[in-house]
């Protein structure tokens, strides 16, 4: 299976722990993305790679939030001092700049986050 | 603000018929509209996308109309099936990399 990858699927931490996600895009493409999704709504942009280079973040990811992509693969995305409004959904998707179609975007099977 | 909104939270259709989901955007910036799919528990799954210039694009059963003059796009999908039943998300590109999705529809196909 050659698609979007997340590590792992279903977190569940105490109010106050740090966490750390990952995802591994589609091998080729060399961007990568972070949404996060909570019920009822859309998937939210919160930030996105080009290769290493984190080019754009949203005001949704706080300095609690750090996310990194060192070698232009794969991706960590980390929460520091959860707390209950983080519960939500972390979805990673990738795409190939360059390619036909750069803006279509492939998303992973998410990461499920509650904090109680 | 919602830049993208799909203001049908659910809709039922039945089996063979069409199905019609609908978004409307204020951005008329956004250069390219995609709908995704989603089961639960699963990330959401492209189905098609249009691009700003464009009015009609077609793949298969699905077909992705846009209405520039009234920032209005819509998914047809016909015939409906059962494997149809999702929540579907609308969503743009406004010119940067990222996308703005709508609030969703879900879509029940009865049998």
């Known amino acids: 299976d050659t698609g979007v990858s997340q590590d792992p699927r279903h977190k569940i931490t105490k109010r106050g722990q740090n966490v750390t996600f990952r995802c591994d895009p589609i091998?080729?493409?060399?961007?990568l993305y972070w949404y996060r999704q909570t019920l009822g709504q859309g998937p939210e942009f919160l930030t996105y790679f080009q290769n290493e280079a984190q080019l754009e973040k949203s005001r949704l990811l706080s300095d609690r939030f750090s996310a990194e992509r060192p070698k232009g693969s794969f991706s960590t995305l980390e929460i520091q001092r959860t707390e209950q409004g983080d519960s939500a959904m972390y979805l990673c998707a990738s795409s190939l700049e360059g390619s036909e179609r750069p803006y279509e975007q492939y998303f992973g099977p998410g990461t499920r986050l509650t904090v109680t | 603000d919602q830049q993208v909104k799909q203001n049908s939270p659910s809709l039922s259709v039945q089996e063979g018929r069409i199905s019609i989901l609908n978004c409307d955007y204020t951005?008329?910036?956004?250069?390219?509209f995609l709908w995704y799919k989603k089961y639960p528990a699963e990330g959401p799954t492209f189905l098609i996308s249009?691009?700003?210039?464009?009015d009609k694009n077609e793949d298969g059963r699905f077909t992705v109309f846009l209405n520039k003059s009234a920032k209005h796009l819509s998914l047809h999908i016909v015939p409906s099936q059962p494997g149809d039943s999702a929540v579907y998300f609308c969503a743009a590109r406004p010119g940067a990399q990222k996308l703005v999705f709508g609030q969703g529809t879900r879509l029940t196909i009865n049998p």
């Open positions: 249009i691009s700003s210039i464009k």
């Open positions: 951005n008329s910036m956004f250069d390219y």
């Open positions: 091998s080729e493409h060399n961007r």
